[in-house]
């Protein structure tokens, strides 16, 4: 079974900036793309990031091009989201998950919550003006 803990999240300020991180175990972590996802309340789960398993390619949401970086350590089995210029719209509980499909690389469907199912807690963001 795979195990993702999320943590950093944190009330912030609007323009402020959060780094959230994600240990990864029960699989082997740099064979896998990891993604963040967020998740605000009567909404569906989004994705936000993408990167692959070798760190070399990265995949962003409209939403969160150029104001976010997904990064990883492969040595700590940890994935990394720097996000920066928060706005109340980037208010959340925020999800790490591997792409599961056989592929190092972020697939074209990278964004999409499903099939994953072993979900970890998440991590709150709240963004206040």
């Known amino acids: 079974q795979v195990l993702v803990a999320e943590s950093g999240g944190d009330l912030v300020q609007a323009g402020g900036s959060l780094r959230l991180s994600c240990e990864v175990s029960g699989l082997t972590f740099d064979n896998y793309p990891m993604r963040w996802f967020r998740q605000a309340p009567g909404m569906e789960r989004e994705g936000v990031a993408c990167?692959?398993?070798?760190?070399?390619?990265?995949e962003y949401s409209a939403s969160s091009e150029g104001r976010f970086t997904v990064s990883r350590d492969n040595a700590k089995n940890t994935a990394y989201l720097q996000m920066n210029n928060l706005n109340n719209q980037d208010t959340a509980m925020y999800y790490c998950?591997?792409?599961?499909?056989?592929?190092?690389?972020?697939?074209?469907?990278?964004?999409?919550?499903?099939?994953?199912?072993?979900w970890g807690q998440g991590t709150q963001v709240t963004v206040s003006s």
């Open positions: 990167i692959s398993a070798d760190a070399i390619l990265t």
């Open positions: 998950a591997p792409e599961m499909k056989g592929y190092r690389y972020c697939s074209a469907s990278w964004s999409r919550p499903a099939p994953y199912h072993d």
